[in-house]
């Protein structure tokens, strides 16, 4: 279940390229209403609203859900009009820096004391940044966004506390966006033709896309619960993988030199990061072995 979230998020780019007929504003537009839409029939068939409802009572619960709608909506509007404008290879840049910007987080707003190995990723990964705005010519800013917005993102969903099925959590993050998403569609319809009704093909690639937003999620959640989270934090990496490989050999975009260095230290970031968690846990689990 968490390679089958995983390959789905992967593929996205691929799905993507099959909405091109339709404004990416609109395509996110539907991605939400439609994902809302299953992921509310799957509620009703499991008869879970009663925890939506408690959920909904919660003054500081609902307020830190409704940050964490508000910052993956704007994490799926940059992904969405990246890929369709041909930016994909910036859009795995994002989510493989993530772990980076989290563990910023973690020091600026949890007040997390580092490691030596953490601070030497951190290092590098700003290096890179400043050598992909060398190739770029500016910020790789849909890098930077995707990857501020997920981070927030997740450390809105750490403050709401305890354990959230991710069904419900996907339910009312959608439901909450639902009015910034209609005004977004009145704007677009306002300025271009509406491509959902145009054709019974348009219809349903973009009832698709709106469906296999939920799955992967749901798919992930039921993962999380069954192995280790340290299996997870591995196996994340196949996303941004597949949508590197996916943007050089399938969608044929641009790989310079001086790309591939910035990438090439992005991923030794990752590299030491990895090492050093790894050797966390072998010290945490002697240490807890001799008491």
Do not use: C
Not at 17 to 30: G, H, L
Not at 140 to 148: D, F, N, R
């Amino acid at each position: 279940m968490g390679l089958g979230a995983y390959l789905i998020w992967g593929a996205f780019p691929l799905i993507i390229n099959q909405t091109k007929f339709a404004n990416p504003f609109e395509v996110v537009t539907w991605r939400v209403v439609f994902g809302f839409l299953f992921a509310a029939v799957l509620i009703t068939a499991l008869r879970r609203w009663g925890s939506i409802g408690a959920l909904l009572k919660s003054p500081k619960k609902l307020g830190w859900l409704f940050v964490a709608s508000v910052f993956i909506f704007i994490n799926w509007e940059v992904y969405v009009v990246a890929v369709a404008t041909e930016n994909t290879i910036e859009t795995s840049l994002g989510y493989f820096i993530n772990p980076l910007i989290t563990i910023l987080f973690a020091v600026l707003f949890l007040k997390e004391r580092l490691r030596p190995a953490q601070w030497v990723a951190l290092t590098l990964g700003l290096v890179a940044v400043l050598v992909l705005s060398f190739d770029y010519g500016r910020l790789p800013w849909i890098a930077l966004v995707l990857a501020l917005s997920f981070a927030i993102y997740s450390l809105a969903k750490n403050k709401v506390g305890g354990k959230i099925n991710a069904l419900e959590s996907f339910t009312l993050e959608s439901m909450l966006i639902i009015p910034i998403a209609i005004g977004q569609f009145l704007v677009v319809a306002s300025l271009t033709p509406i491509m959902l009704t145009s054709s019974p093909l348009h219809t349903a690639v973009l009832i698709g896309f709106g469906i296999l937003t939920a799955v992967p999620l749901i798919l992930f959640g039921a993962a999380a619960s069954r192995i280790p989270l340290s299996t997870i934090g591995f196996i994340q990496y196949m996303t941004p993988i597949l949508q590197f490989l996916t943007a050089i050999f399938i969608l044929q975009e641009p790989m310079p030199t001086v790309r591939w260095i910035g990438f090439s230290i992005v991923w030794l970031s990752l590299i030491v990061l990895t090492v050093d968690m790894l050797n966390a846990r072998r010290r945490a689990h002697v240490a807890s072995a001799q008491s």
